[in-house]
């Protein structure tokens, strides 16, 4: 029995690593092979491995005796000797490398060893020299590849999606609470941004120019004495590459700072801020609006973007908040690439207290993900039916994610799309494209007449992969033309529709649906980040598509 608790993402993504590194070392291939192939089993186990017997662990398709050690091993002390080893062979820039999409550890290695180069430095010299092109099986093409996503994430390296920056900002919020009474997490969090470049704290104090060294003596804590000065304290915490800045006021500026630090540049200077604000006194957030006749923004929407005009027709009221969410669409389970069975799934999100779930596996182009065959989907229906039947209170809808292909069909014929109560349709494959490729793909998927929900609009992950372009107003018209909601992907990976469209969907009477995209029972949860950033694009419940009951959604997919 293994006794310690170790998420299975942890233990997975340990793995993962394992293999690349013995790819890029040459290690013996079916050893690899074999790692992998448990690696798949592992990921789709919806239990907690690391609490798994020798016994139970076995049962695992993958699973032999020498990968339940590396288990073992992982979940008592977070590592193995064997990874252990094979990082130490490694130059620590050739982890760097991994990151790069369509660049295996094979193509790694081959860079490695025939070229030298092992970090990003050398690799983006050997592009702009055209050798990474000579080399066999890689051309010019992923050579250009290659550079463009270096230069994206050599800028985002020092960034935090917001689930990551939540957690975080916690644990120091957590330690300055041990020195310091009244703090304030400001900045960019504050507001809901979906990407943190610095996590920036207001803390009152009466001791301004001794509490710098307080913060200094703290474990885990590193100054950067020439960024800092005698009113803030700037620098890092522990091995994170994320700017952390720590402002110290007294009692009669906590509030003014705490706006100041928080709020955009272009919204302080659209109150005129610096010259009837800061430094000085203030009741609270509320007042500095109601002294210059101006309604109240909400910190997540203070962004000098279209806020006021937004607040002279609504009321912060008005805005999407977790509550109001009835049920969640766009979910996957064990049918497709999920951890969860759909009745796992559905109780879960009926234990939330939510009154519907959307089942939307992966669509048959998907292979990857073990998509719907078209026995599958009726396979997949008639349990839906079977458990609708088990409540009152709870519904069920039968949905698919359905691939849009590159001509912008999508992969099921009409008789299949007609079987279900919504289709969301996503482009999965084939990402690489110009403005025009992308437009005419969409709008044909948008004007198809079993779509319901337009999927993760432009593909991006953030930090990770940008997004296709897309002309997003003319998109936003197609789905008003055509009946069709867009979504905002929850996913903290995602966030897409980025926020600063909505205020032009809710122009159009475009319907948002906030969904998890969730692959697991955790996942749901992921809907509080889609709230986070769909109050930040001033969305409207009014127009959240799962804010809708059961039998208004029904008549949104029906009219579609």
């Not at 990874?83 to 550890?105: M, S, Y």
């Not at 986070?532 to 959604?553: D, H, M, S």
Request: glycine fraction near 6%.
């Amino acid at each position: 029995m293994i006794y310690l608790y170790m998420e299975n993402d942890a233990i997975v993504d340990s793995l993962e690593l394992l293999v690349k590194l013995w790819d890029v070392h040459g290690v013996n291939e079916f050893k690899a092979k074999n790692l992998s192939f448990s690696i798949r089993g592992l990921d789709k186990y919806p239990g907690v491995i690391s609490q798994l017997t020798t016994d139970q662990l076995l049962l695992i398709p993958g699973v032999g005796k020498v990968i339940v050690q590396l288990i073992y091993d992982l979940a008592q002390t977070g590592t193995c000797k064997e990874l252990e080893e094979i990082v130490e062979q490694t130059p620590p820039g050739i982890l760097d490398l991994l990151q790069i999409k369509g660049l295996g550890a094979k193509k790694v290695r081959a860079i490695w060893q025939e070229l030298n180069v092992s970090n990003f430095e050398d690799l983006n010299l050997a592009c702009q020299n055209g050798q990474i092109e000579m080399l066999k099986g890689f051309g010019a093409a992923i050579q250009t590849s290659i550079q463009s996503q270096i230069v994206f994430i050599q800028e985002n390296r020092k960034k935090l999606r917001i689930d990551k920056a939540i957690i975080l900002s916690d644990q120091i919020l957590a330690k300055l609470k041990m020195s310091f009474g009244k703090i304030a997490i400001s900045g960019e969090l504050r507001r809901n941004c979906e990407i943190i470049t610095a996590l920036i704290f207001v803390v009152e104090t009466d001791e301004i120019f001794g509490s710098q060294s307080k913060i200094s003596e703290m474990v885990g804590f590193s100054e950067d004495l020439q960024a800092s000065s005698p009113f803030t304290w700037r620098g890092f915490y522990e091995d994170h590459l994320i700017p952390l800045e720590i402002h110290f006021v007294d009692s009669s500026e906590f509030i003014s700072a705490l706006f100041q630090h928080s709020a955009h540049e272009n919204h302080l200077e659209s109150i005129d801020f610096y010259t009837l604000f800061q430094g000085k006194s203030l009741e609270s957030e509320v007042h500095i609006y109601e002294s210059i006749n101006k309604p109240f923004i909400v910190p997540e929407m203070r962004e000098g973007l279209q806020e006021f005009a937004w607040a002279g027709q609504h009321q912060p009221s008005d805005l999407i908040e977790d509550q109001d969410i009835q049920g969640c669409l766009h979910n996957h389970s064990v049918y497709s690439d999920g951890k969860n069975t759909l009745l796992e799934m559905a109780e879960a999100c009926r234990n939330m207290g939510l009154h519907y779930f959307g089942i939307a596996d992966h669509s048959q182009y998907a292979a990857y993900a073990g998509g719907l065959k078209e026995e599958d989907v009726y396979r997949q229906h008639e349990e839906i039916d079977e458990l609708n039947s088990l409540w009152s209170d709870f519904t069920i809808l039968k949905g698919i994610e359905a691939d849009i292909l590159p001509d912008g069909s999508l992969d099921y014929n009409d008789h299949i799309l007609s079987q279900f109560d919504y289709v969301v349709a996503s482009v999965h494959a084939q990402l690489t494209m110009d403005l025009d490729r992308a437009m005419g793909r969409l709008i044909r998927a948008i004007e198809n007449p079993y779509t319901s929900i337009l999927g993760h609009p432009t593909g991006r992950l953030l930090l990770s992969r940008p997004g296709y372009p897309l002309n997003t107003p003319k998109i936003l018209d197609a789905c008003k033309a055509n009946g069709v909601s867009i979504e905002l992907n929850a996913s903290p990976y995602r966030l897409d529709l980025d926020w600063r469209h909505i205020y032009a969907a809710m122009e159009r009477g475009v319907f948002v649906s906030i969904n998890p995209d969730a692959h697991k029972i955790v996942g749901l949860t992921d809907m509080k980040y889609g709230v986070k950033v769909g109050r930040k694009g001033g969305l409207l419940k009014a127009l959240t598509l799962n804010a809708l009951p059961l039998n208004e959604i029904k008549d949104f997919f029906k009219k579609n």
